[in-house]
């Protein structure tokens, strides 16, 4: 099955992994920029902290 393209990225990912949307944290790929704006940092920066609130949210109802 093909990837949409679009704003159903995120609904085909969350139904192929099964995982909710808002479990989802689209970010750009940075591997060939060394440095970012400030503003794509600060995208950067709230994604990767939502990722660690939700993994500290899972191990503490294990």
Do not use: C, W
Not at 18 to 25: A, E, S
Not at 32 to 58: P, Q
Request: charged share 25%.
């Amino acid at each position: 099955m093909e990837a949409p393209s679009g704003t159903h990225k995120m609904d085909y990912l969350s139904d192929t992994l099964g995982f909710p949307p808002n479990f989802i944290f689209p970010v750009k790929n940075y591997h060939s920029e060394v440095d970012v704006e400030d503003d794509v940092g600060t995208v950067i920066l709230n994604a990767l902290k939502r990722i660690l609130d939700s993994g500290e949210e899972f191990l503490n109802h294990q």
